[in-house]
């Protein structure tokens, strides 16, 4: 019995061989917008991880700076830091005295003389401050509502906090590309894999017409439904397996090209470098996610083609 299954299964791995060489035209039209599908998705995974990447080395070179008033108390800027700390989005709170203040600032106008001798002609005129560095840029406002209460803002400066204007701008600007960037690549790989699916839909379809009189041979000979259906079956895992393959390859290539033609080593909040590294550090699980896609496609296409059109009861 189990020898008898053997062949059957043989078979139907054959028959859908000879049949993917038999329709090699039709596979490559469903095959171009399957590879066109699985390289957005590997671009989709491979930008995502890159712009996260670019986000969070973002996030650590910036903070917001809370000015605070000369006249508060230290029991009062130790009670702010501590409720800041407790914020989700707070990463890292750091206080520095107006001693301190003044001394950092020196360090990042080492080069500034002009600057230097500006600053040394009167008493320290910086305020103490609170440096917070946030989680995610994308919920900085939560930072922000917590400062502007009357009563964390009665203890900063007018100029406090430094979240705002031209830099507040720029970080928004920062956020918002990242998010809209995201969603229309989750938009891009929903459209092709439908596209896909009903190409391969339509493949199919037209290789049972052309076979038609075969298969009702088949049928009226008693042949079972998953014997008819499954060359098909197997005919469009080929055209998955192969195109992932092609996509895979269709990409390290792109990264090989970029790497020797490109002078700089981003494209906006795209890391060209970290994307290849991260290519070649995760190829084979990238390999094994594109194989399990263009499977999944390619069956389930296939599945609910023969079904909608042998009109088959399904074998239990």
Not at 36 to 62: G, M, Q, R
Not at 97 to 118: C, F, I, P, R, V
Not at 149 to 157: C, R, V, W
Not at 213 to 241: C, K, N, Q
Request: proline residues 3%; without cysteine; positive net charge.
């Amino acid at each position: 019995m189990k020898h008898r299954h053997m062949i059957t299964f043989s078979r139907i791995i054959r028959t859908g061989a000879v049949n993917f060489v038999r329709n090699a035209w039709l596979a490559i039209a469903a095959m171009a917008v399957m590879v066109v599908t699985l390289t957005i998705v590997l671009f989709s995974v491979i930008t995502n991880a890159t712009f996260t990447n670019t986000i969070d080395n973002i996030t650590t070179k910036i903070d917001i700076s809370v000015y605070l008033k000369d006249g508060i108390t230290t029991t009062q800027s130790d009670k702010l830091v501590n409720e800041l700390k407790q914020l989700p989005n707070v990463a890292g709170v750091r206080y520095l005295t107006k001693e301190m203040a003044l001394q950092e600032y020196k360090q990042q106008n080492a080069g500034n003389q002009s600057l230097l001798a500006a600053i040394s002609e009167t008493d320290n005129p910086l305020p103490a401050t609170i440096k917070v560095k946030p989680r995610d840029l994308n919920k900085v406002q939560s930072i922000e509502a917590f400062l502007t209460k009357p009563a964390n803002a009665a203890l900063q400066t007018p100029e406090s906090p430094s979240y705002n204007g031209d830099r507040k701008a720029a970080i928004d600007k920062i956020a918002h590309a990242t998010s809209i960037l995201r969603k229309a690549g989750v938009i891009a790989v929903l459209l092709f894999t439908l596209i896909s699916v009903l190409i391969i839909f339509n493949t199919i379809q037209m290789a049972i017409f052309n076979r038609r009189d075969e298969l009702t041979i088949m049928r009226l000979l008693g042949a079972s439904t998953w014997y008819i259906r499954g060359p098909f079956v197997v005919e469009s895992i080929i055209y998955g397996i192969l195109s992932a393959i092609i996509s895979v390859l269709f990409v390290h290539a792109l990264f090989v090209a970029a790497s020797s033609t490109l002078q700089a080593s981003s494209l906006g909040l795209l890391d060209i470098n970290y994307a290849a590294r991260y290519f070649s550090a995760h190829f084979w699980m990238l390999l094994t996610v594109q194989l399990g896609l263009g499977i999944l496609i390619g069956a389930a296409s296939s599945i609910v083609a023969t079904r909608r059109y042998l009109k088959f009861k399904t074998v239990k």
